[in-house]
């Protein structure tokens, strides 16, 4: 109903007063260029997404505060989550109504989400020639969440061109699908990659996708523990993104990665330059080897270093130098200010 855009553009030309007016929809709103032109310059968009752990729990979370602020206040609490727990938030995600379903019920609510986005949201944003070939794309990429995004392998996989493989997965991040996270630090030196990751908007929705369910993950098999790495990395950095764009002071953020192996899967820069950064271990225990890409990143930043947080399944949270830490993932959601 694009008219009623024209009456709100009239309306808030005569009195800009803020809050006046919420236009919510399914839709990334600088995806629609009508209403985008229309609203230009007098409309905000907030994203948003999935619930986090700590409005599931009505908790009060303050994890993304700290690590801007102080990451040594994460250092020495205890966790008595167990691996089966993180396994269980993992799968349900963050969708209110999948979180009031379990089993086959939920699962039946995640394919009807993907059928009615697909067949509503995209079709309106585009004229789709291949319709068919959406769901099969998201497979591809949710196959691919947590890691850096190749396009080419997914357009191979489904025979399509690179372009049209390209133009059909923005489409898929402007329905809130996926995303894709920057690469941070391309200025650090010419070794470092500047593909961005993917992530699946909703570690449950890409569970769900992947047929990847509580029992499977809990088993102990070398796929298991593959998938579910990737799976933990989407839930751990869907998490923080959340809480950071609760914050006052907009970060840059990103992941970083060097073409000789090094990366860190998230990176978080304040407005002056400090830079924290986050690796996430589906593992109880923090090996040095796990610190690789923290430390290589630190000795790229020098001074600019905050700190660097090692997210894990374990109990304790310790410092292995004074500003790199071992943190159990959920201090992300038991954490307060």
Do not use: C
Not at 28 to 43: F, H, I, K, V, W
Not at 78 to 100: H, K
């Amino acid at each position: 109903m694009p008219d009623v855009l024209d009456a709100i553009k009239a309306e808030l030309n005569r009195d800009l007063r803020p809050g006046r007016y919420i236009i919510t929809g399914s839709t990334n709103y600088a995806s629609l260029p009508d209403a985008a032109r229309r609203l230009t310059g007098r409309a905000l968009r907030i994203e948003v997404l999935p619930l986090s752990q700590g409005e599931i729990d009505e908790t009060r979370e303050g994890f993304a505060s700290i690590l801007v602020r102080d990451p040594a206040a994460f250092v020495g609490t205890t966790s008595a989550t167990s691996r089966n727990e993180y396994i269980d938030r993992v799968v349900a995600g963050g969708f209110p109504i999948a979180l009031r379903r379990t089993g086959a019920s939920r699962s039946r609510w995640f394919d009807e989400y993907v059928s009615l986005v697909i067949e509503r949201d995209v079709i309106e944003l585009s004229k789709v020639r291949q319709r068919q070939i959406l769901p099969r794309l998201l497979a591809q990429l949710a196959s691919q969440t947590g890691q850096v995004l190749n396009i080419a392998r997914a357009a191979g996989s489904l025979n399509i061109d690179r372009s049209t493989a390209e133009n059909y997965t923005r489409l898929l991040e402007a329905v809130f699908l996926v995303r894709r996270l920057p690469a941070w630090g391309t200025t650090l030196g010419s070794r470092v990659g500047a593909a961005p990751k993917v992530h699946v908007i909703d570690s449950g929705f890409a569970a769900r996708i992947l047929r990847l369910t509580e029992t499977k993950l809990r088993a102990a098999s070398p796929t298991a523990v593959t998938e579910f790495g990737h799976l933990l990395e989407t839930f751990v950095v869907g998490e923080i993104l959340k809480q950071l764009d609760w914050l006052d002071d907009p970060l840059a953020v990103g992941h970083w990665r060097t073409r000789d192996g090094d990366e860190v899967d998230l990176v978080a820069e304040r407005g002056d330059g400090k830079v924290a950064a986050i690796e996430v271990k589906a593992g109880s225990r923090v090996q040095r080897k796990d610190l690789g890409g923290l430390m290589k990143l630190r000795s790229r930043l020098g001074r600019e270093f905050l700190a660097g947080v090692v997210l894990h399944t374990g109990e304790r949270s310790y410092s292995y130098e004074h500003d790199v830490h071992a943190v159990p993932i959920d201090r992300l959601w038991r954490t307060r200010d």
